[in-house]
């Protein structure tokens, strides 16, 4: 079974994921990286070329979940989601729960929420020009809170993160599945 782990952005998946692939001899697949890797451009750059607005958005969710189905046919992996794994947009552009992602995950992965104070966080990825703005003057830690009972709903286990280090993470999560070793093959 895989592992996957989702969580606001800057909250330490992919370095979390990296330390778990140690520790458990798996590959990490980021959503994001091959995102990347299939399109040829950064989301950042990919949302700017599309106009910036909601449509550049959705057409991301949708490639964004074209990628999921891809990573899911995957087997004993661990799956670096994109902070936004567990959104859609409605037609007015609002981010609503994703029904479809949320069920590939749950149906080929035991799927880790790091919980991270979003304050904390929203001051961490301010700093950082690779991640795309979230929407024009849009609060990060607000947009991080209205995405909690979305994590929340996805998750089989929640981790909170804390100031903690991707090694002492890792070391959480792997506590966390503990109980689901067994009964899942993980």
Not at 123 to 137: E, N, Q, S, W, Y
Request: proline share 4%; net charge positive; hydrophobic share 45%.
């Amino acid at each position: 079974m895989n592992i996957a782990l989702i969580g606001a952005r800057g909250a330490g998946k992919t370095k979390s994921s990296r330390r778990l692939s140690v520790l458990l001899r798996r590959a990490v697949v980021g959503t994001d990286a091959i995102f990347a890797y299939e399109t040829g451009q950064s989301i950042a750059g990919f949302i700017r070329k599309n106009g910036g607005g909601p449509a550049a958005w959705r057409k991301f969710r949708e490639q964004e979940y074209q990628i999921l189905k891809k990573a899911c046919r995957l087997k004993d992996v661990i799956l670096d989601c994109g902070g936004g794994i567990v959104v859609d947009l409605d037609r007015a552009g609002r981010e609503k729960f994703s029904a479809r992602k949320v069920r590939l995950l749950r149906k080929h992965a035991m799927v880790v929420w790091l919980r991270a104070d979003p304050d904390r966080i929203a001051k961490k990825i301010a700093r950082d020009p690779r991640r795309p703005a979230l929407g024009v003057g849009a609060d990060p830690a607000g947009i991080m809170r209205r995405r909690a009972p979305f994590y929340r709903r996805a998750a089989h286990v929640v981790v909170d993160v804390g100031k903690a280090k991707a090694k002492k993470i890792a070391a959480r999560v792997l506590r966390k599945l503990d109980p689901y070793m067994d009964e899942h093959a993980i």
